[in-house]
């Protein structure tokens, strides 16, 4: 009797808990994704890869595909590079960003290579940035740029002591609108 009674108290204390808990502001998302809209569209045109081993650099075409999903509340990416002779170059990405209203900051989840992982992004006053870990003591920045139809980014290897290493730039234009993700749902009727 004593269990049903405990799990009973903990079942209502859950209960009343999650009832007080305020729904995310919707309207605060979407003008907090705002910020990010420029990305909104497809992108195409260079970028160079520094190969580990001392390689010669890659160059590759690239390609991003950005939208919004959720009515606006989040914005997905695909990022996609080609050799130069159009044949699949090995890099395909996909990110999800959102933004935290409560906290006035955005969160991305990325996924690419097989691996995921979770990271702060920051709008900047001409794009964003965004970090990820490289090791012990390492990291890489990522630094975005969009004026007007150009993105530029630069991804830097930074390690505790040494100077920053570039081990990637893009240079897209911006080649049009698209209807990804939010165009082409199925529809309830066949």
């Known amino acids: 009797m004593m269990r049903f009674a405990c799990a009973a108290a903990l079942a209502a204390v859950s209960v009343s808990a999650s009832a007080q808990v305020q729904a995310p502001d919707a309207g605060a998302q979407k003008a ?110 990522h630094v975005a740029t969009l004026s007007g139809k150009h993105w530029h980014e630069d991804s830097l290897y930074e390690a505790e002591g040494k100077s920053p290493v570039k081990v990637f730039t893009m240079d897209l234009d911006r080649i049009g609108d698209n209807a990804w993700p939010g165009a082409g749902a199925v529809t309830p009727n066949p």
């Not at 260079?46 to 010669?56: M, P, R």
């Not at 970090?131 to 012990?136: E, L, Q, S, V």
């Open 32 to 141: 907090g994704m705002e910020k990010l809209a420029a990305l909104d569209g497809e992108w195409r045109g260079h970028a160079t890869v520094l190969q580990s081993g001392g390689g010669a650099p890659l160059s590759l075409v690239h390609t991003e595909r950005v939208g919004t999903m959720l009515d606006g509340t989040i914005r997905i990416i695909e990022g996609r590079s080609y050799k130069p002779d159009g044949s699949a170059g090995g890099f395909n990405a996909f990110a999800i960003i959102s933004y935290d209203a409560a906290r006035s900051s955005y969160a991305m989840q990325s996924y690419a290579g097989g691996r995921a992982g979770s990271f702060t992004l920051v709008a900047t006053a001409t794009g964003f940035e965004w970090t990820m870990p490289a090791g012990p003591a390492a990291h890489i920045r």
